[in-house]
Structures are given as C-alpha cells and as structure tokens.
C-alpha cells in the first residue's frame, strides 16, 4: 500500500520528459480539443489489510465465544470514467470501480460445555471462499498533460465513496458427543454484510490514440477510505480498509 | 465473479454514496383485542383480509372450555404461499368473535416466483442439512429476523437430529434452521447444598423442565416424591408405575431445590468419571437406566413422622426396587438444622449434596451388576468399601483437594454428616484413619459379630484403609507397618486396580484374602509384577494384617 504514492510520482516523473519532447518536435503546444473523455478498464486490485471480528452468543448457560480473522486478497477490478473538459487541460469527471476477491479465515472460538462451568471446548476451523466486493464512485478533477496528438497523460485526484460487501462468519455449527470434551465444527454460516464510506483517490492515466477517437490506455490509481461494517455480534462495528492500489488498462475514447 | 459484476452494477448506479439500503420488509401486525372496541376493529380487519383471501381457515376446534364456541385458526398467505408462522386465532360463538390474537405481517409485495423448483429445493436441503428428507419441501414467505420476508422452500431434515430448514428458493442458501425435536435437552443451572452452582442437563418438556438427563448415554431420571411417603413406598415396591408428574420438575430451569440439584448432577458426574476413568457405561455396562428418588420426607418430617430414620438420614442403593425392578437410589432430606444425632452428635443436611455418598450409591449398583458382592459379613464389607473408595475416587476427580466443603478428601459424607455437638466430627468414616470413626484399621481386631449384616458398614475400614495407603503411603497405626503409596499423582493407577478387581476379579461370596490376592493381580494385569502399584498394594494389604 505504502508504495502507491511512489507509483503515482513514478508515472508522472515517466509523463513529464515525453510531454517536453513533444511540445519541441511539433514546433508548439498541443491544444485540448476535446470535451469528453471515457475510458473502460480491466485491471487488479491489491489486497493485503486484514481485520479481526468477534461475537458470543450464549450456549450451555455459559458464553461461547467466536472469534473470525479477515484478510483482503487482490483481485480483479473493472473501472470506467467519464470526464467534461472544463477549461484549458483540466476537467472533472467521474469513475466508479468495482473490485471482488475470495478469502480464507481461520476462525477460532470456545463453546461451553454442557455439564461444567470454565471448561470451554475450544476449536479452530478453517473457512474458505468468504467474498468481498468493493463498489467505488470516485470524483476526479484531472490535469491533461498532452504528449501528443496520438498519446495523452493525465493525473487526477479528488474523493471516494465506497460501498463493501463482505461475507462475515456469524455462526457455528458444530457436533459432539459424549462426554463432550471436544466439539467438530462441521461448518460456518456466513451472511454479506454491506455498508459505505468515504475516501480519496489519486492517480494518473495514459491513453494513447490510434485515431481520431478512440484509443487504448492504462491508469493507475490508489484509492483509499474507511469502512465501518456490521459486526456479526449484532452491536458494533469492525473497521476495514478499502480500496488499495489499482492498476489496469482498456479502451478509451475522446470526443 | 458473480461478486465482480454484482459490484461493478452497483458501482454504475451510484453517483453519491448511499446509506446501506436495508430493505424494509414488512412491519408485523400483533392483533391484541383488550377491549371490545379493540375486538371489533381487529375482527374487522381479520375479515376484510379473510374475504380477499390473504387469511384463510385452516382449522377448526371446539373450545374445549367454554360450550358453543369454536376456536378458528386462519393461516395468512401471500398470493397463495403461506407466510411462515403467520396465523390469527379467534375464539367465536355463532360467527361472532370473542376473542382474537395473532401475529401477521403487513401486505407483502415480495414476488411469489421461485427460481429453484421443488427437485432443486430437496436437492439443496439434502446437501445443506442432511442425509434424509422427513418432510417434503414447501414453498413459504418466511418473514426475516430482520423485518424483511424472503421467498423460502421449508423441509425437514434429518441430520444429527432432526431440524427443519429453510431455505432460499432464488439461490438455494440456507436461511433458518431449527431442532423439530419438541423434547430435547436444556442445559440449566442450579445452587447446590454447599452453595455451589452446578451446570444440570435437563430436558424440556411441555413448557416446563424435568429432570431427565437427555445428554449422557443412558435414561438419568431423578424423581420428586414431593414428602409423600406414601408415593415413595409405593414406588419402591413397585406397585405403580412412575408417572411423568413424579419426574422433579422447574419452571425456569434455574433449579432451587437442593436435593434435586446436587441428586442429578451429582449422578451425572458419577456416570461421568465411571466413563472417563474406566470406560464404563454406567450400572450395567450397557447404560442400564439410571433411578434416583428425592424428597421422600421433609427435615421437619423427619422428626415428627413416625418413619424409620431409613428416609431421612439416610441414602440407599435398591437393585430390585422401582417400577419393574429398575433400580433405585434414594436420597434423604437429613433433619431440622437445630437437630442432631444423639448418636454422633451431628447434624445431617440432604444427603444428595455429597458427590461422594452419590458415588457411593451409584457403585452399588455398579456391584450389583458386576461382582454383587453378597451383603454380608466380609463380602459385604468389601462391597461396601468398594462404595466408599470409589466415592473418594470420584470426589478427587471433580473436588479440588481440601478439607472444606465440596473439597476432596478421604472422609466419607462430610459435606452432609456435620459437627454440631461439641466435640464431634464430621463425615461417618475415614479412609486414611478408620479408628478415628469407629471402625477397625486392622484386621486382628476386625468386628466379628452379626449386628450390621456380620459389621458390613465397621470392617469397610479395612480395605478402605488398603486403598489410602496404597496411594498416599504411610503407617498402618495398629500394625505400624509402612507403605510406600504411588503418590496421589498417581491415583488414578489405584482407582483401576480396585476397579478391576472388584468388578471384574472377585466372586460374589469373596473374602478380605481374596480381594488382597485380586487387587494384587489386577496391579500386575495392568502395570506388571515389579510396578509401584503391585508393590503398594502388596504392601498395604500386609499393613493392615490381611495376607
């Protein structure tokens, strides 16, 4: 994540000589021309955050007591954006992003057993293919630097709203026998829980044009922000992080 | 990626951050009629929803109280699906009701069209819940925790029990399960004699909680006699069956009566270490059920009733008592706390709330289906030791080691049999030191008259003592010979050896030699000729004179 920035200055540092070359080889300043700019992208999202969730629920006149880590994988991201030229190379636009991954849990928990008191049966069960997809609107005030007729960069940047949607444990099933000193968890329920946030995005985008229109391109971007989600408890809340650095390319067209 | 595209489509359609859309499902109508204004509306309202068809009379029934009136019960349904749970019952006479109450939900507009069909739907109960379908999958609106009502196929399944399971008829997930076993077990608490609140497997049964343990292996029953001797006796000679009202009984399942609490979780810890210790099952060795009978006599009855003290101060083992000659343990209620025995000076509380007089009970009925030991003279005091020492075993196995109350020790019923006279003790025997309770720690001066079935409850004292030494070690004080003891470390080695021996080694008309000969084979069975244990056992034996 630390490494986004870097990325972001990497790429303009990489736009800043080819914008120069261009200016001088064509004998003037490439002028914005064009009012619209959209752009569809495939591309990754990294992970890496992780988050931690717990809840109790009374079971044998006791508490039992779960306890489920969270981590969020890369995964694939589908983004388009939607810019208006509002005056000289700046323009302000729209994207939203859609990111999903698939990850694992080790859940761990104590269930109370049934004839004593303070002897919890504790386990650890592993569960898999926990979902989480993240839906991101970014606003974005954009500066074009135009390399040439054929190719243009531009940074952006501005807010984020984010929607997540991650598949939580919120219960237990589980099998024993007597004498009960051990319980088998035999699987997990799990509900999506949704909720939304804000945050920043910052990045830079490369298109270049084969004709007058249309093009390909790449945009990096990180977006960042926080979202509160409902624990499985039932009260509270467990923050995760959302966003992270995206990377992908597509099709772009001007008009 | 069917998560990919659910978030890109949501992406699309967002150009402001929207709260998370719960969506409002429908509000629940409780109809209470508390007044005939209340009566009439809901009545009302019942039959506008009945004529457009969204209520229908599902059943009919005759009060069974008040003559000529029928109790109606409408099902609410969602363009033909019933919703789940959702009913009206008005009590009517002549069509004019009298009373209403119901829970249904708000008009719905969830749509009625599943996805799955009813071959997708068993397909998904078998694979979610279980291996066998007990009811066919039914098509329901089953109205959400949440508030929000989801179109739902209900089965019943068999799996670990028997559950019925919803689940969703668009994507087949599962959304509630729950046990269709109307009695099953209930887990409840309850303050023991020594103030101690004990866990107690119970079950629950038409809308209260017995004491019917429904979580160990076998039938663990323990009955409230209520004080009525009368009942008990006839109980005891089995000239009636036991009747489901005999069963101890709470509303709550936070259980006050003290017998009944230290009774049956006493028994079920029993159970328990005869399993875990000694992979047993109980009486039998094959889960035969286990009886106990409470509360046949109140501490006041005890001293105004003209009853043998047998009912009181007192708990017993009966093999041939009960209903069919099932077997019975009894415990007694003990006396008033400004009593005392003339004879020990000593006050007795119920006798349940000693985890090692319960043992001791329970044991003889393991005896009675093993070795039965034959209640007399030396057999008999080993049958009765064999109680005492597995008392203790079980004691120190659950008690933490001490000289308190609900504390491990090798005094036998000290929880209940209390110091009251000066001067006096507590407990009625002691393993470590026989001489201090009356009894013989040696066998040169071992009781040798007919009182007491030839001294079955006096000459314990020396096999018990066998059972101390062998594991704590020390002097025999009659003979002063030495032990060297496994160490309590170690005890549970000695516990087998016994155990061993007295279930599966001795004969029934067994003597204090030939218990000394079986402990000392059953050491070397299980640890060998030359193991601490052989050596201890042999030792102890020999310390207290029995060669």
């Given at each position: 994540m630390r490494l986004a920035p870097a990325a972001v200055l990497l790429i303009l540092a990489a736009a800043a000589p080819a914008f120069a070359q261009t200016t001088r080889g064509a004998g003037g300043p490439v002028r914005a021309q064009d009012r619209f700019y959209i752009g569809v992208d495939f591309g990754v999202q990294s992970g890496g955050d992780s988050f931690s969730d717990s809840f109790t629920f009374p079971e044998n006149a006791e508490t039992a007591r779960i306890t489920a880590p969270y981590e969020t994988k890369s995964g694939p991201l589908f983004g388009m954006f939607f810019d208006v030229r509002v005056w000289q190379y700046l323009s302000a636009g729209i994207s939203v992003t859609g990111h999903a991954s698939e990850g694992d849990a080790q859940v761990t928990g104590t269930i109370p057993h049934p004839f004593f008191f303070d002897r919890p049966r504790s386990f650890s069960a592993d569960v898999s293919d926990l979902s989480r997809g993240e839906s991101g609107v970014h606003l974005q005030l954009r500066a074009l630097l135009p390399v040439s007729r054929s190719m243009q960069v531009s940074v952006f940047g501005g807010p984020s709203f984010f929607q997540v949607d991650q598949d939580l444990v919120t219960g237990v099933r589980w099998t024993e026998a007597y004498p009960y000193d051990s319980v088998t968890i035999t699987s997990m329920m799990t509900e999506t829980r949704s909720e939304s946030g804000t945050g920043f995005n910052v990045g830079a985008d490369v298109g270049y044009f084969m004709s007058r229109h249309f093009g390909v391109g790449g945009r990096v971007q990180y977006a960042s922000g926080t979202v509160d989600l409902p624990s499985a408890s039932g009260t509270g809340s467990i923050e995760t992080k959302v966003g992270g650095l995206q990377a992908g390319g597509g099709l772009r067209m001007r008009f | 990626m069917k998560r990919l595209i659910a978030s890109v489509a949501a992406a699309a359609l967002l150009v402001v951050p929207l709260e998370r859309g719960s969506a409002q499902g429908p509000s629940t109508l409780q109809i209470r009629a508390t007044s005939l204004d209340d009566l009439r509306r809901w009545d009302s309202y019942v039959s506008a929803r009945e004529r457009a068809g969204e209520l229908k009379i599902v059943r009919v029934d005759r009060d069974p109280s008040i003559a000529g009136r029928a109790i109606e019960r409408l099902q609410q349904y969602h363009q033909g699906v019933p919703v789940w749970g959702a009913q009206v019952v008005r009590d009517a006479s002549s069509g004019v009701a009298e009373s209403i109450f119901g829970e249904i939900s708000a008009p719905l507009t969830i749509a009625t069209d599943p996805v799955l069909s009813l071959n997708d739907a068993r397909t998904h109960l078998l694979d979610s819940a279980g291996a066998t379908l007990l009811r066919q999958p039914q098509l329901v609106v089953l109205p959400m925790a949440g508030g929000e009502a989801r179109l739902a196929y209900s089965g019943v399944v068999s799996s670990d029990g028997v559950f019925r399971v919803f689940i969703d008829a668009k994507g087949g997930a599962e959304l509630l399960r729950y046990s269709e076993i109307q009695t099953q077990s209930a887990v409840g608490t309850g303050v023991g004699l020594n103030g101690d609140t004990k866990k107690l497997s119970m079950a629950q049964q038409a809308g209260q909680y017995v004491a019917d343990d429904r979580l160990r292996p076998p039938s663990l029953t323990t009955y409230d006699m209520r004080a009525d001797l009368g009942r008990l006796f006839s109980l005891l000679n089995g000239f009636v069956p036991f009747a489901p009202s005999d069963v101890a009984s709470d509303?709550?399942?936070?259980?006050?009566d003290v017998s009944a609490v230290d009774a049956h979780a006493h028994i079920g810890w029993t159970y328990d270490y005869y399993f875990k210790r000694h992979g047993r099952h109980g009486l039998d060795d094959h889960d035969r059920p286990i009886v106990t009978l409470i509360n046949g006599v109140t501490p006041e009855g005890a001293v105004t009733l003209p009853i043998s003290s047998q009912y009181s101060i007192n708990a017993f083992w009966c093999?041939?008592?009960?209903?069919?000659?099932v077997g019975t343990m009894y415990f007694g209620n003990g006396i008033p706390a400004n009593y005392y025995l003339v004879s020990s000076g000593q006050n007795v509380v119920q006798l349940a709330g000693a985890l090692d007089v319960a043992a001791h009970e329970l044991t003889h009925g393991v005896t009675s289906s093993s070795s039965n030991l034959i209640y007399l003279n030396e057999s008999g005091a080993l049958n009765e030791s064999f109680s005492d020492i597995m008392g203790t075993a079980v004691e120190f196995y659950f008690q933490t080691p001490g000289a308190g109350r609900a504390q491990a020790d090798y005094l036998l019923g000290e929880d209940v049999f209390r110091a009251f006279r000066p001067g006096s003790v507590n407990g009625i025997r002691s393993l470590e030191n026989p001489l201090a309770y009356n009894q013989p720690d040696h066998y040169s001066i071992r009781f040798t008259g007919r009182e007491d079935n030839g001294g079955v409850h006096i000459n314990s004292g020396i096999p018990n003592h066998v059972f101390y030494l062998a594991i704590e070690g020390g002097s025999n004080r009659t003979s002063g010979l030495t032990v060297q003891g496994v160490g309590a470390a170690n005890r549970e080695q000695i516990e087998k050896v016994f155990y061993r021996a007295f279930v599966f080694l001795l004969p029934a008309n067994a003597t204090f030699s030939t218990a000394r000969a079986a402990t000392i084979q059953a050491a070397r069975d299980l640890y060998g000729a030359t193991s601490a244990p052989a050596a201890a056992i042999t030792q102890a034996w020999t310390a207290v004179g029995v060669n």
């Open positions: - | 509303a709550d399942n936070v259980w006050t093999d041939a008592c009960g209903p069919g000659g």
